[in-house]
């Protein structure tokens, strides 16, 4: 189970920085991360972390947002920076779980994020 929180409205060039809490832990995940769904658009992947410590992070928000994780506190994070009005989206937490070969996705409910003067 996957619960995010911290989403709200701030301005255009805030931050804000979401937080997922895993009821399982993280290291047993093969790949973790945070996706958006923008209004009326497809979900979108943001970032993602495999189980090392590399993060792939889409060009659109590349040196904006931060990926973290805390595996002792089976917490993920994403610092979000200079935030934007096309970044308006609901965040959604996600985890990839693979067992006896088989691949398993797990979501979170999501979070709303407003950028907007």
């Known amino acids: 189970q996957l619960e995010e929180s911290g989403g709200g409205w701030v301005q255009p060039g805030g931050s804000l920085t979401l937080s997922c809490a895993a009821s399982?832990?993280?290291?047993?995940?093969?790949?973790m991360g945070w996706y958006r769904r923008p209004p009326g658009k497809e979900r979108e992947r943001v970032a993602t972390m495999g189980r090392g410590e590399a993060t792939n992070v889409a060009d659109s928000v590349k040196d904006r947002f931060t990926i973290s994780r805390d595996v002792t506190k089976n917490m993920l994070y994403l610092q979000m920076n200079s935030l934007k009005p096309e970044d308006t989206a609901i965040y959604y937490c996600w985890t990839a779980i693979i067992d006896k070969g088989a691949a398993y996705n797990y979501w979170g409910q999501g979070t709303q994020v407003t950028v907007s003067s």
């Open positions: 399982g832990s993280l290291l047993t995940a093969a790949a």
